[in-house]
Antibody, heavy 113, light 106 residues
Framework: EVRLVQSGAAVKKPGESLTISCKVS????????HSWVRQVPGKGLEWVGR????????NYSPSFQGRVTMSADKSISTAFLQLSSLQASDSAMYYC??????WGQGTLVTVSS | DIQMTQSPSSLSASVGDRVTITCQAS??????VNWFQQKPGGVPKLLIF???NLEQGAPSRFSGSGSGTEFTFTISNLQSEDFATYYC????????FGPGTKVDFK
């Protein structure tokens, strides 16, 4: 069974950076792209970007380009999302997902002074 | 980047109704469209992949069709557990979600 388990909720101040982890258990960590999706409370789903853990190639949404960095550590089957220069508008639930079939439980990020 | 427009943004329906949601891509995305269901406080759930393929475990009352720029998602016999928000997603070039359609009780 594939499971994606994300790190816990985070509270950040404006201007700070955020790192969220997504540990994947089950097979195929290096066989699939892993995406990050965010959802502002009460709003829709927004794709942040994706990473291929095999070679750490990435694609980022233009909306986040320049502020986002995705990485992966194959040795621990974990993907990471870093988002810098946080603003209040970055307050949201952040999900990792694989092929749309498997999702993490979400990480709630609050950005507040 | 590819934009996905979805209509309607919301609809009210009754148990047993047939519900149809449409999604239009700003460019040709072939068949690379998924449909998701999300309930309040829940994680998105994949229902349809590659425009028309029913995800394993999803009820057969859900169906999808289309290719290119026009896509349709249908619930043939709405059940109480189907009241939720539905999203289309293209994954032909990067990934984009539609804005969602909220299905609630009439």
């Amino acid at each position: 069974e594939v499971r994606l388990v994300q790190s816990g909720a985070a509270v950040k101040k404006p201007g700070e950076s955020l790192t969220i982890s997504c540990k994947v258990s089950g097979d195929g960590f290096t066989s699939f792209w892993h995406s990050w999706v965010r959802q502002v409370p009460g709003k829709g789903l927004e794709w942040v970007g994706r990473i291929n853990p095999t070679d750490s190639s990435v694609n980022y949404s233009p909306s986040f380009q320049g502020r986002v960095t995705m990485s992966a550590d194959k040795s621990i089957s974990t993907a990471f999302l870093q988002l810098s220069s946080l603003q209040a508008s970055d307050s949201a639930m952040y999900y990792c997902a694989r092929l749309g079939r498997h999702w993490g439980q979400g990480t709630l990020v609050t950005v507040s002074s | 980047d590819i934009q996905m427009t979805q209509s309607p943004s919301s609809l009210s329906a009754s148990v047993g109704d047939r519900v149809t949601i449409t999604c239009q891509a700003s460019q040709d995305v072939n068949i690379f469209v998924n449909w998701f269901q999300q309930k309040p406080g829940g994680v998105p759930k994949l229902l349809i992949f590659d425009a028309s393929n029913l995800e394993q475990g999803a009820p057969s009352r859900f169906s999808g069709s289309g290719s290119g720029t026009e896509f349709t998602f249908t619930i043939s016999n709405l059940q109480s557990e189907d009241f939720a928000t539905y999203y289309c997603q293209q994954y032909d070039r990067l990934v984009t979600f539609g804005p969602g359609t909220k299905v609630d009780f009439k």
